[in-house]
């Protein structure tokens, strides 16, 4: 049971490069959430899904954009890339909101950009 | 004023002390209240959930919510050096459409030493 598996761990990018973020979780949650934390800043949301083919934006979603084709992917799209995105970015899945329900995260994906 | 504050810290203690960490929020719509534990170059794990006002308590930890004053606290008895990790506070309003999405405190980075 993996969880939520985040690639790349590590990425450095430079300004005007694309790439995107891959998220996959294995235990059949509708909810995914992309979050970035940035040092003393605590986790803003850039977009989240409630299942296949919903997606909407957070709190923060300028320069990103997000796509859900299956239960199980969640990737974020960074495009033109800028130094304000250096940031390390978290994937969480949950079930539907309601009960004792939180979320479980993936392990972020370091991202630099110079 | 940010919906969450949390005490940045940081925070460093001896062994076997009491932890308190504290968040307050200005959203009296915040329903459910969660805590996090951090490990460096980790994702955030779910350490206490919430509903409400109210005391819950799990082991050595322990979670309170004031929701006439709006706030929020988690206590550590006992304090290990496996506690040092940064904690996170969030909350979230019940149901409709707020889909789970999560708002987090900073963050309050704790540091037990032997």
């Known amino acids: 049971n993996a969880g939520v598996t985040q690639t790349p761990k590590f990425r450095i990018l430079k300004i005007g490069q694309s790439m995107t973020l891959q998220c996959t979780q294995d235990?059949?949650?509708?909810?995914m959430y992309w979050y970035r934390q940035d040092p003393g800043m605590g986790l803003k949301l850039i977009y989240y899904?409630?299942?296949?083919?919903?997606?909407d934006k957070g709190e923060v979603p300028n320069g990103y954009n997000v796509s859900r084709s299956t239960t199980e992917d969640f990737p974020l799209r960074l495009e033109l890339a800028a130094p304000s995105q250096t940031s390390v970015y978290f994937c969480?899945?949950?079930?539907?909101?309601?009960?004792?329900?939180?979320?479980?995260f993936g392990s972020g994906t370091r991202l630099t950009v110079v | 004023q940010k919906e969450v504050e949390q005490d940045p810290g940081p925070l460093s203690v001896p062994e076997g002390a009491i932890v308190s960490l504290n968040c307050t929020y200005s959203?009296?719509?915040?329903?459910?209240f969660m805590w996090y534990r951090q490990y460096s170059r980790k994702g955030p794990e779910l350490l206490m959930y919430?509903?409400?006002?109210g005391n819950k308590e799990d082991g050595r930890f322990t979670a309170q919510v004031d929701k006439s004053s709006k706030y929020i606290s988690l206590f550590i008895r006992d304090s290990q050096p496996s506690d040092s990790a940064t904690y996170l506070c969030?909350?979230?309003?019940?149901?409709?459409?707020?889909?789970?999405?999560?708002?987090f405190g900073q963050g309050t980075i704790l540091t037990v030493h032997p």
């Open positions: 959203n009296s719509a915040f329903q459910y």
């Open positions: 969030a909350m979230r309003v019940a149901g409709g459409t707020s889909y789970g999405k999560l708002t």
């Open positions: 919430t509903y409400s006002s």
């Open positions: 969480a899945s949950s079930y539907p909101p309601g009960g004792n329900y939180g979320y479980t």
């Open positions: 235990m059949n949650h509708n909810y």
């Open positions: 899904s409630v299942g296949a083919g919903i997606t």
